[in-house]
Every structure is written in C-alpha cells, then in structure tokens.
C-alpha cells in the first residue's frame, strides 16, 4: 500500500528542489516534479516486489546430457570410461510460446581408467547461432518476427526486455 505525500510535504520537497537550483521562489513545474518525484518513491516498493516474483516464478527446465559412444575418441569405447564429477552447467535462454525459460544443461565427464590424461566431456546441443551463445535460436527468430510483424525498433525491443525477468537470470 503507497502513502500518498501530503501538500506541505510536497511544497517542502519543491522549495527543496528550488533551493538545490540556487532560486528563491518555487514554480508549478517545482510541484509537479516534487509529486513525480514522491509517486515514483511511493510505487517503487511495489515495483521491485512484481519483479522479484517474475524472476522467482521464472521456468527453468534442467536436462543431463551423457556421453555416448560417439563421443569417445577412437579405439576406446565408453565401458573403459568412468565418471568425474557431477558434470559442467551450462545456462541457455530460449523462447517457448509467449515466454522465456531457462535451459540448465548438465554435460557429463568421463576420466578414462587407465590413462587418466584421457577425459571426455558430453557435447552441447546446437541451438544457438553463436558457439558457446547465451541465447538459443528461439531468441534470435523472435528478435526478427518482432522486428518485422510488430513494427519495433530494435532500441525499443532492447527496452522491453530489460522489464522482463530473463535480464535478471544472469
């Protein structure tokens, strides 16, 4: 619930900004800053708290990718391999029906038994325009269809994602 300043708190805050300009007298664009100023303050709270909700309630959808057979180098199959660790994490953003998720990928390593020089680590799927990209192809094709359907500068679009939560995933 907001508190709303009261015309005294108000006229207090406009000679403040009158006096931090070096003038004597406030003016009506004093007030209406002062109010701006006290509105913004007031709903800030409320704000912050609708943004931590989106980022809480964000889907991310986690999957382990193991090595397989193919990904063995040659001559050495995967029943001379043993398991290191619990794997590498890698964070992907993708665009699923109106919405952003998060993808965790677990890649797995395998330290072969003998020669322990020997590692293999399960591959990333390709879905990204770039190697090793933040951003799944689904971001990049709604960057575009936005950009053409919707008529929306690529400056706007930037905006309107950085209101989303997926900015705050990083």
């Given at each position: 619930m907001s508190r709303h300043a009261s015309a005294a708190e108000v006229e207090a805050l406009a000679r403040r900004l009158a006096e931090c300009e070096g003038r004597t007298e406030t003016t009506d664009?004093?007030?209406?800053?002062?109010?701006?100023q006290n509105?913004?303050?007031?709903?800030?709270a409320t704000r912050e708290k609708r943004r931590k909700d989106r980022t809480e309630t964000?889907?991310?959808?986690?999957q382990t990718i193991e090595v397989t057979a193919e990904d063995m180098p040659e001559g050495m199959s995967i029943d001379e391999f043993r398991p290191?660790?619990?794997g590498e994490t890698?964070?992907?953003?993708?665009?699923?029906k109106g919405h952003y998720v998060i993808k965790r990928y677990v890649l797995q390593k395998m330290q072969h038994?003998?020669?322990?020089?020997?590692?293999?680590?399960?591959?990333?799927?390709?879905?990204?325009?770039?190697?090793?990209?933040?951003y799944d192809v689904t971001c990049y094709t709604q960057c575009v269809l936005s950009r053409i359907l919707d008529v929306m500068p690529l400056q706007r679009q930037a905006r309107q994602s950085a209101r989303t939560w997926h900015r705050r995933c990083w």
């Open positions: 664009a004093d007030v209406k800053t002062a109010r701006r509105g913004r303050a007031a709903s800030e964000a889907p991310i959808l986690e290191l660790g619990s890698r964070t992907v953003v993708a665009y699923v038994v003998e020669q322990s020089n020997v590692i293999v680590q399960a591959k990333m799927p390709k879905r990204s325009l770039v190697a090793g990209g933040k």
